[in-house]
Structure formats: structure tokens, C-alpha cells
């Protein structure tokens, strides 16, 4: 296109200094930014204030687009219904004949489950959701993975609750806001969740791919005893998920571990449910082992250490290293909490 | 006046009797556009991997290079730091990359004076290109291999959805220069 007129400044002085001032200022704000940015890599919590009361702000119109897009799903649901009625319909009488009956033995093996439970003097730990919510964006075009939650502190949400949906674990809370929070995908990166293979007790960690997909590494090396199909559920180490959250599948195996795919797309759930902290004072000790330890080297000791050392209040077996993003292979193995947990406390 | 809309970019008619373009929608259209596409995150969807192109950039770059005048230089800082607060990386990244990005087509608009849209879309590529590559490696997550390749998609994406954005800028500008405020 044509050059503008008042592009070049020529020989006017006014002109000239008006340029230049331009460049200073841009420059300068491009400096500016580079420092935040400096800043907030290094402490990422900094500017957590000013993006949750942004967050707050803008979060009536996500609500709206989020109710917009679980409505449009289930339109298109419905037109798809209509298709193969028939034929669905006795598969499902079939289906829901057969879930009757695993209905009326899952219900027994509870009830078996309590009993026992009441002879071990196991007190069956408080897990009431804090909140039930949408999420209402995500940062669709960042490399990092989080999502904006529809509730806040007003309803109880903390940094550090989980989230889940009926189909599994979707991730855990980042910051919360007074009316919206946000939520650290499992997907993510820098995300990291205890696990354990659905049935026995083979332990790994699930770590976030940037593709949308989990990457599960065991703790004991050797053979790899996954396989295609297996699922992983929560194992509860590190006290911040209760045990037995349906996190993901298996779909390839590798050298240390499997790729895995979540079972809960944070996509196609309706709502989501924001749980307490599983076990808080074992959460609150890691806390203070992290501020009180800066070395990474001497951390790697004291993960065994506070339930001789420190004065705190801790579960034992869940002290563990285990929900902070670098991960210390732990040395209990961490996978019987239930029975220290909530008693001690 | 005459800098948001010069004498040249008068419609056919020249000025309407009676009739004339407000200069708060001259002003403010391009800045609102850009700071409802930084909004994007917002919108409802639930990206498993990054998918979206970089919407907001897209349209500061749109922008500039249809209308030199009506974003001054030093635009970026604003406009990126609005879009730090959605966008999810680290705050202060959007800062530097829009300044950066405002003064290097500030400098590509100095070198190449006049230019094609096919010479204003490869200007446009290329820094979408940069601003995708430098704001993963900043973004704080963990540089892998997959990450990169993830990164690829997005690019292409947002490499061929610019000359839709453009013309969407096209469609603003319009809207932009509406004869709506009545002289009396």
C-alpha cells in the first residue's frame, strides 16, 4: 500500500523528536517487558493477584459461552440420537440389566468395605465437594495448559484443591480468585500426579505432554509390567488427591513407563467438582520442608526425615516428596495412607 | 482527526452533507478488537494442546500493517499486558513480544514502503512464526521435543488464517470509518 504521509519525519524537528520519543517509549516498554517477564519466571506466583482480579472480570462471559457450549453439545446429541433408536435402545436395556446386578454387588463389597474398615478403626475421611463449577476458557493458544474455573475463594476454593469430573481427574487449582480460579491441567507440563495402576499396586508418576496426552513413569525400574488398556487411578501420595481418582489410559508402551491418555477431557465435561485437599496437614509439612530446606540435595533426605525430626503434625507414609514437580523417588512405599491419614489428626 | 483519517480515506463521496466519522470509533475500534481477541482464552473452548492461533497478535499485526497511523508505536505495552492476563503465559512475555513486534514493523514499514499483500503476509508469517517460538520458549513449560512438534500445527494454522484476519481488519476498518456523528 502507499506510504503514509506522516510516516517519515524529513526535516521537521517536531517531527524527528515525536519518532524518536516513539522508539523510546516502545523500546522501553519492550525492556519493561522483558524484566516482568524475568520476574515472573522466576517467582510465577508474583503477579497471581492482577491475573485472578482479570480473571473475575472477564469471567461472566465465559460463563455464558460455557453454558452456550455444553448446550450446543447436547443439541447435536440429541439430533444423533435419533439415529440407531432401536437398536441402541436393547443394548442399553441389556447394558442396564447387567449394571444392576454389579450395582448390587459394588453396593455389598461397600458395605463389606466399611465393615472392615470400622474393625482397622479407619475413619472415613470427610470428602464433601467444596464446590461444584464450569471451566470457562482455557489458554487455548499458550503453550502452557490451564484452565478458568467458574468459582472462587466466595465458595470455598483454595490453591492446591483438585478437580475432577465424573469421569476422572481433570487437574488441580492454581490460583483462586473471588469469583474464578484457575486450574492447572493435568496436561500440562509442569504438571505432576501421583499414581498407581488400577487393581495392584504398581506406582509411577503422570506427568503432562504438551500434546494432550500423559506420560507415566514408573518408580521402581525393571521390567514394565504395563500394557495397553491399563488404567491409572490417584494413589493419594503426597496427601493433595485422595486416593482412587480415575486419572488415565494406557495407549503405548515405553522404556520407563506408557503415553496415556486421560480419561476425562476437560472438553466434553458439563461441570466439574472441586474437592478439599485430601490430606492438609501432610500438604502444609511439605510446604514448610520446601521453604525451610532451599538446597534440593538435602530435600532428597528429608523426605523421610519429619516423621523423626520435625515437630509437625505428619501422616507418615504420605510425607513423601511425591506432589511436588520434582519428584524424589520416594522411599516408603506410598500407597497405604488411609490407615495413618485423617486418625492423625 | 486528519491522522486517524486522512483526507484520502474519505469515502466516494467525499464528506457527507451533514454528516461525518466520529473520531471516538476512528480511535478506539482497532484497540477494542484487539483487546476482545486477547480474550480468546475465555471463549469455550477446552484445548487439550495449545490449537488456538495467537488472535490477538494476529490482529495488532493486521492492524499496523493496514493502518500505519492508528496504533502509535508504543501500542505493544498496553496491549500485551492486557493480554498477559488471559493468555496464561508468564506475565510480561506479551509485553515485550507486541513492543518488539511493533518496532520491527515499524522498521520493515521504513525499509519496504510500499508493499503487496502477499509481501505484507510473508512480514506478517514471519513474526507470527518468532512471536509462537519465543512465547513457548518462555512460557515456563518444559522444552521437549513434543513440545516443538505440537508448536507446528499452530503455526500453519495461524499462517493461513492471517489473510482472513486481515480481511476481518479490512471489515473493522469499515465499520471504523462509518459516517455516524451528525455535525451541526
Redesign the interface.
Same mark, same amino acid.
Given at each position: 500500500?502507499?506510504?503514509?504521509?506522516?510516516?517519515?519525519s524529513g526535516a521537521n524537528k517536531r517531527a524527528q523528536l515525536g519518532l524518536f520519543a516513539?522508539?523510546v517509549?516502545?523500546?522501553s516498554?519492550?525492556l519493561?517487558?522483558?524484566?516482568?517477564? $524475568? $520476574?515472573?519466571?522466576w517467582s510465577?506466583e508474583?503477579?497471581a493477584g492482577?491475573?485472578s482480579m *482479570?480473571?473475575d472480570l *472477564?469471567?461472566p462471559?465465559?460463563r455464558a459461552? *460455557?453454558a452456550?457450549?455444553v448446550e450446543s453439545r447436547s443439541v447435536f446429541e440429541a439430533i444423533g440420537g435419533y439415529y440407531r433408536a432401536g437398536s441402541r435402545n436393547a443394548e442399553l436395556e441389556r447394558e442396564i440389566a447387567i449394571a444392576r446386578v454389579r450395582l448390587a454387588e459394588a453396593e455389598a463389597l461397600r458395605r463389606e468395605n466399611d465393615r472392615l474398615k470400622a474393625v482397622l478403626r479407619v475413619t472415613r475421611g470427610e470428602n464433601r465437594p467444596v464446590a461444584v463449577a464450569r471451566? $470457562?476458557?482455557?489458554?487455548?493458544?499458550?503453550?502452557?495448559?490451564?484452565?478458568?474455573l467458574s468459582a472462587g475463594r466466595t465458595q470455598g476454593v483454595r490453591a492446591g484443591m483438585p478437580v475432577t469430573s465424573p469421569l476422572g481427574l481433570v487437574g488441580r487449582v492454581l490460583e483462586a480468585g473471588s469469583y474464578s480460579s484457575r486450574v492447572l491441567?493435568l496436561?500440562?507440563?509442569?504438571s505432576m500426579v501421583p499414581v498407581r495402576r488400577a487393581g495392584d499396586d504398581v506406582l509411577a508418576f503422570a506427568e503432562g505432554?504438551?500434546?494432550?496426552l500423559l506420560r507415566v513413569r514408573l518408580i521402581n525400574l525393571g521390567i514394565n509390567p504395563l500394557k495397553v488398556g491399563d488404567v491409572f487411578v490417584t494413589s493419594g501420595a503426597g496427601g493433595l488427591f485422595r486416593p482412587g481418582i480415575a486419572v488415565a489410559v494406557a495407549v503405548r508402551i515405553t522404556e520407563d513407563g506408557a503415553i496415556a491418555q486421560?480419561l476425562s477431557?476437560?472438553?466434553a465435561s458439563d461441570v466439574v467438582t472441586v474437592e478439599p485437599i485430601w490430606q492438609r496437614p501432610a500438604v502444609q509439612a511439605l510446604e514448610v520442608i520446601d521453604q525451610g530446606l532451599p538446597l534440593p540435595g538435602a530435600s532428597a533426605d528429608a523426605g523421610a526425615a519429619p516423621a523423626t525430626g520435625s515437630p509437625l503434625p505428619i501422616p507418615t507414609p504420605t510425607a513423601t516428596r511425591t506432589g511436588s514437580p520434582t519428584p524424589v523417588a520416594p522411599a516408603t512405599p506410598a500407597d497405604q495412607p488411609p490407615a495413618a491419614g485423617p486418625a492423625a489428626d | 482527526m486528519d491522522?486517524l483519517v486522512?483526507p484520502d480515506q474519505h469515502d466516494a463521496f467525499g464528506i457527507r452533507i451533514n454528516r461525518d466519522q466520529s473520531p471516538l470509533l476512528a480511535g478506539a475500534v482497532p484497540w477494542v478488537t484487539i483487546l476482545l481477541a486477547s %480474550?480468546?482464552?475465555?471463549?469455550?473452548?477446552?484445548?487439550?494442546?495449545?490449537?488456538?492461533?495467537?488472535?490477538a497478535f494476529m490482529l495488532l499485526v493486521a492492524w499496523r500493517l493496514?493502518r500505519?497511523?492508528v496504533l502509535?508505536?508504543?501500542a505493544?505495552?498496553p496491549l500485551?499486558l492486557f493480554d498477559d %492476563?488471559?493468555?496464561?503465559?508468564?506475565?510480561?512475555?506479551?509485553?515485550?513480544?507486541?513492543?518488539?513486534a511493533?518496532?520491527a514493523l /515499524?522498521l520493515i /514499514?521504513?525499509r519496504f514502503?510500499?508493499?503487496n499483500f502477499l509481501q505484507n503476509w510473508g512480514a506478517a508469517c514471519a513474526l507470527i512464526v518468532a512471536y509462537l517460538m519465543i512465547?513457548?520458549l518462555?512460557?515456563?513449560?518444559?522444552l521437549?521435543f513434543?513440545?516443538l512438534?505440537?508448536?507446528l500445527p499452530?503455526i500453519l494454522l495461524a499462517i493461513i488464517l492471517f489473510p482472513l484476519v486481515a480481511s476481518l481488519v479490512a471489515l473493522f476498518d469499515r465499520l471504523r470509518l462509518l459516517r455516524v456523528r451528525r455535525l451541526t
Amino acid at each position: 500500500m502507499a506510504p503514509p504521509a506522516a510516516h517519515r519525519s524529513g526535516a521537521n524537528k517536531r517531527a524527528q523528536l515525536g519518532l524518536f520519543a516513539g522508539y523510546v517509549v516502545a523500546g522501553s516498554g519492550a525492556l519493561l517487558g522483558a524484566f516482568l517477564l $524475568i $520476574i515472573s519466571l522466576w517467582s510465577p506466583e508474583t503477579f497471581a493477584g492482577l491475573r485472578s482480579m *482479570a480473571a473475575d472480570l *472477564a469471567s461472566p462471559a465465559g460463563r455464558a459461552g *460455557a453454558a452456550g457450549r455444553v448446550e450446543s453439545r447436547s443439541v447435536f446429541e440429541a439430533i444423533g440420537g435419533y439415529y440407531r433408536a432401536g437398536s441402541r435402545n436393547a443394548e442399553l436395556e441389556r447394558e442396564i440389566a447387567i449394571a444392576r446386578v454389579r450395582l448390587a454387588e459394588a453396593e455389598a463389597l461397600r458395605r463389606e468395605n466399611d465393615r472392615l474398615k470400622a474393625v482397622l478403626r479407619v475413619t472415613r475421611g470427610e470428602n464433601r465437594p467444596v464446590a461444584v463449577a464450569r471451566l $470457562i476458557g482455557s489458554t487455548s493458544s499458550s503453550a502452557r495448559r490451564f484452565a478458568y474455573l467458574s468459582a472462587g475463594r466466595t465458595q470455598g476454593v483454595r490453591a492446591g484443591m483438585p478437580v475432577t469430573s465424573p469421569l476422572g481427574l481433570v487437574g488441580r487449582v492454581l490460583e483462586a480468585g473471588s469469583y474464578s480460579s484457575r486450574v492447572l491441567l493435568l496436561t500440562d507440563s509442569e504438571s505432576m500426579v501421583p499414581v498407581r495402576r488400577a487393581g495392584d499396586d504398581v506406582l509411577a508418576f503422570a506427568e503432562g505432554r504438551a500434546d494432550g496426552l500423559l506420560r507415566v513413569r514408573l518408580i521402581n525400574l525393571g521390567i514394565n509390567p504395563l500394557k495397553v488398556g491399563d488404567v491409572f487411578v490417584t494413589s493419594g501420595a503426597g496427601g493433595l488427591f485422595r486416593p482412587g481418582i480415575a486419572v488415565a489410559v494406557a495407549v503405548r508402551i515405553t522404556e520407563d513407563g506408557a503415553i496415556a491418555q486421560l480419561l476425562s477431557n476437560p472438553a466434553a465435561s458439563d461441570v466439574v467438582t472441586v474437592e478439599p485437599i485430601w490430606q492438609r496437614p501432610a500438604v502444609q509439612a511439605l510446604e514448610v520442608i520446601d521453604q525451610g530446606l532451599p538446597l534440593p540435595g538435602a530435600s532428597a533426605d528429608a523426605g523421610a526425615a519429619p516423621a523423626t525430626g520435625s515437630p509437625l503434625p505428619i501422616p507418615t507414609p504420605t510425607a513423601t516428596r511425591t506432589g511436588s514437580p520434582t519428584p524424589v523417588a520416594p522411599a516408603t512405599p506410598a500407597d497405604q495412607p488411609p490407615a495413618a491419614g485423617p486418625a492423625a489428626d | 482527526m486528519d491522522h486517524l483519517v486522512p483526507p484520502d480515506q474519505h469515502d466516494a463521496f467525499g464528506i457527507r452533507i451533514n454528516r461525518d466519522q466520529s473520531p471516538l470509533l476512528a480511535g478506539a475500534v482497532p484497540w477494542v478488537t484487539i483487546l476482545l481477541a486477547s %480474550l480468546a482464552p475465555l471463549s469455550p473452548i477446552i484445548a487439550p494442546a495449545p490449537v488456538l492461533p495467537p488472535l490477538a497478535f494476529m490482529l495488532l499485526v493486521a492492524w499496523r500493517l493496514l493502518r500505519p497511523q492508528v496504533l502509535p508505536l508504543w501500542a505493544g505495552f498496553p496491549l500485551g499486558l492486557f493480554d498477559d %492476563l488471559y493468555s496464561g503465559q508468564p506475565f510480561g512475555s506479551g509485553i515485550m513480544l507486541f513492543s518488539l513486534a511493533m518496532i520491527a514493523l /515499524d522498521l520493515i /514499514d521504513g525499509r519496504f514502503p510500499w508493499r503487496n499483500f502477499l509481501q505484507n503476509w510473508g512480514a506478517a508469517c514471519a513474526l507470527i512464526v518468532a512471536y509462537l517460538m519465543i512465547a513457548g520458549l518462555v512460557s515456563g513449560a518444559q522444552l521437549t521435543f513434543v513440545q516443538l512438534r505440537v508448536l507446528l500445527p499452530q503455526i500453519l494454522l495461524a499462517i493461513i488464517l492471517f489473510p482472513l484476519v486481515a480481511s476481518l481488519v479490512a471489515l473493522f476498518d469499515r465499520l471504523r470509518l462509518l459516517r455516524v456523528r451528525r455535525l451541526t
